[in-house]
C-alpha cells in the first residue's frame, strides 16, 4: 500500500495488522454473534489518535455490520428493525444536540452489568421485548454510542432474548448495528473530525471484513443452536467483564489498578 494513501501517522506496518484485524475480527462476529466490534475498537485504541477512534470505529463498523446483514437479509427480524430504526434516529439526535462529555465508568458499569443480567438473569418480561421495549433499547443504545463506542455486547444480549435461532440472532444485530453506526458519520463531521483522509484505510478495512464476515458465516453453518448461545453467551459475559474492570479503572476504584 502506497504510504500516500494512509493518515499521516499511520505506518504501512500498522494498517497492515489493523487490516488483518478487520477480516478476523468481523469472522469472529459472524460466526459467534458478537465481539469482534470491541476487539476492533481496542486495537484502534492502540494506534490511531483518540479524537479518530470512535469516529473511524464507526465508519468501520458500519461496512462490517451492512456486509454481515446483506449476506443474511433473509433471516433479519423486520419487526424487530421496524421498533429499532426509529429509535435509533431519536438517540442519535439527543446526542448530537448534547454533545457531552459523559461519566465514562458510569456508562461502562451500567452496560456491563446489564449485559451480565441479559446473559445470566430472568429472561426480561414479554412487554419489554415488544415494540415500545425495542425503540427504548434502541434509543438509549444509540445515543451512548456516539461517546462510549461500546455498546455492541448490549444490543446483541438484547437481540439474543428475543431470538434463539442463531442466523436470525446475528442477522438481527448485523442490521440493528449497521442503522446504529449509519449517524456517525454525519454527527463527527458536523462536530468537525476529517474523515477525508482517512477514507481510502476505511474502505480497505471495510473490505477485509467482508471477507472475515463470509469466513465466520461458513463457521456459523457449522454450529448449532444450542452450541451458538453457549458460544455466545461466554463471549458476551467476557466483554462485560471487560468493561467492569473499565469501569474500575476510569473511576480509580480501590484494587482496580
Known amino acids: 500500500m502506497d504510504i500516500a494513501l494512509l493518515p499521516e501517522g499511520l505506518g504501512v506496518t500498522t494498517a497492515a495488522l489493523l487490516l488483518a484485524a478487520s477480516a478476523i475480527t468481523s469472522m469472529i462476529t459472524a460466526s ?9 475498537l481496542v486495537l ?127 442477522a438481527t444485530f448485523a442490521t440493528a448495528m449497521t442503522l446504529q453506526h ?14 477525508q483522509q482517512w477514507l481510502v484505510f476505511i474502505a480497505a478495512m471495510i473490505v477485509c471484513g467482508l471477507v472475515g464476515t463470509r469466513l465466520g458465516l461458513q463457521v456459523l453453518k457449522k454450529l448449532d443452536n444450542r452450541r451458538f448461545q453457549q458460544l455466545f453467551n461466554l463471549l458476551l459475559t467476557v466483554l462485560a467483564l471487560r468493561l467492569l474492570w473499565q469501569a474500575a479503572q476510569s473511576a480509580g476504584w480501590p484494587g482496580s489498578l
Not at 74 to 93: M, S
Not at 182 to 195: C, E, H
Request: charged share 10%; proline share 7%; with cysteine.
Open 32 to 40: 459467534l454473534g458478537a465481539g469482534g466490534g470491541v476487539l476492533l
Open 44 to 170: 484502534l485504541a492502540m494506534w490511531l489518535p483518540p479524537a479518530a477512534i470512535i469516529p473511524v470505529h464507526g465508519l468501520v463498523q458500519l461496512g462490517s455490520n451492512a456486509g454481515r446483514a446483506a449476506m443474511t437479509w433473509r433471516k433479519v427480524d423486520w419487526r424487530v428493525i421496524a421498533a429499532f430504526a426509529p429509535g435509533v434516529l431519536v438517540g442519535a439526535a439527543v446526542g448530537a444536540w448534547l454533545l457531552v462529555d459523559l461519566p465514562q465508568h458510569l456508562w461502562q458499569l451500567t452496560i456491563g452489568l446489564f449485559v451480565l443480567y441479559l446473559c445470566w438473569g430472568p429472561p426480561l418480561p414479554g412487554r419489554a421485548l415488544g415494540t415500545p421495549g425495542v425503540f427504548l433499547a434502541s434509543v438509549l443504545t444509540s445515543f451512548v454510542s456516539l461517546f462510549v463506542g461500546a455498546t455492541g455486547p448490549l444490543v446483541a444480549a438484547f437481540v439474543k432474548q428475543i431470538h434463539r435461532d442463531r442466523f436470525t440472532t446475528v
Open 182 to 195: 449509519a449517524p456517525k458519520a454525519l454527527v463527527f463531521g458536523l462536530a468537525g473530525f476529517v474523515f
